[in-house]
């Protein structure tokens, strides 16, 4: 007879500054991701707005401040822009490899140029080595790191441009960090291809979500994933589909391509 299931425990952390809108106070909710049951416990939080670092499963939980929502794209419905299908062309020869949840040199090597460039000081600026294996390494579900290479020459791998570190769930996949190559020289776009990928992976599986996180009304970081679309929100009333408007309306604002979830179980366990 196998052992009852056992409604996790939820744990708030203490208030910090939000990252996303100044002057406001962040606050998030959590449980420890743990035993035989982790991934299906993942995949019933992440339908309710939660996301996963590490071990850890987390939404946002301020006081006075609802504007974190999550959202997802309609993965089978999907049709790119023209916009999107000339990246989609650009970076047709690039080599994408869904490869098992295992750091290497190269990959901290490009996070670390990524951050230099995209995120100096940021939350995750200081990470080292032990960190980065931490952020893919302890996973207690169904993940991969994606790499996106040039194409290889004399039987050797390309140079790594892309990264993209997701989850495989039942009804999506759910992309929880991405880093690629942002120096001089480097090719533009190399975010958006990353999303778009991962939609037509999606729908080539017959998943009918990818998951992009959090967008943050009245943060440019965030106004990228409103290209996106169809897209649906999460609010009181459920999923629903982010009207054309709506999305026009944050697509407005300046890009950030990125996908900011910074090292929060560390964050998460030590402010709790």
Not at 27 to 56: C, D, M, P, Y
Not at 70 to 99: G, I, W
Not at 134 to 140: G, H, I, L, S
Request: with cysteine; proline share 7%.
């Amino acid at each position: 007879m196998s052992a009852p299931f056992r409604f996790p425990k939820f744990f708030v952390t203490n208030p910090s500054p939000c990252p996303y809108l100044p002057g406001k106070v962040e606050r998030k909710v959590f449980t420890e991701l743990s035993g035989r049951h982790a991934g299906e416990l993942n995949e019933a939080l992440g339908r309710i707005g939660f996301r996963r670092s590490q071990s850890v499963a987390y939404r946002p939980s301020c006081i006075d401040c609802s504007a974190c929502v999550s959202v997802r794209v309609l993965a089978a419905e999907f049709t790119p822009n023209a916009t999107q299908r000339k990246m989609l062309r650009k970076h047709a020869d690039l080599e994408v490899t869904a490869c098992k949840p295992w750091t290497t040199q190269e990959q901290y090597e490009l996070l670390q140029r990524y951050l230099e460039i995209r995120h100096p000081g940021g939350g995750m600026a200081e990470m080292d080595e032990s960190d980065f294996a931490d952020m893919v390494e302890q996973t207690p579900v169904r993940t991969y790191l994606v790499e996106y290479r040039e194409p290889s020459k004399g039987g050797r791998p390309g140079k790594l441009v892309g990264a993209c570190l997701s989850d495989q769930q039942g009804d999506g996949l759910s992309m929880i960090y991405s880093f690629f190559d942002v120096g001089p020289g480097s090719r533009k776009g190399l975010g958006t291809y990353i999303i778009l990928d991962h939609i037509i992976r999606a729908a080539r599986a017959s998943l009918p979500y990818v998951y992009l996180g959090y967008w943050v009304e009245g943060s440019p970081r965030m106004a990228y994933k409103t290209r996106f679309r169809p897209l649906e929100r999460l609010g009181r009333d459920g999923w629903r589909r982010m009207e054309e408007a709506e999305a026009e309306v944050a697509n407005a604002l300046p890009e950030q391509l990125s996908l900011p979830i910074r090292g929060e179980r560390k964050r998460l366990l030590i402010n709790a």
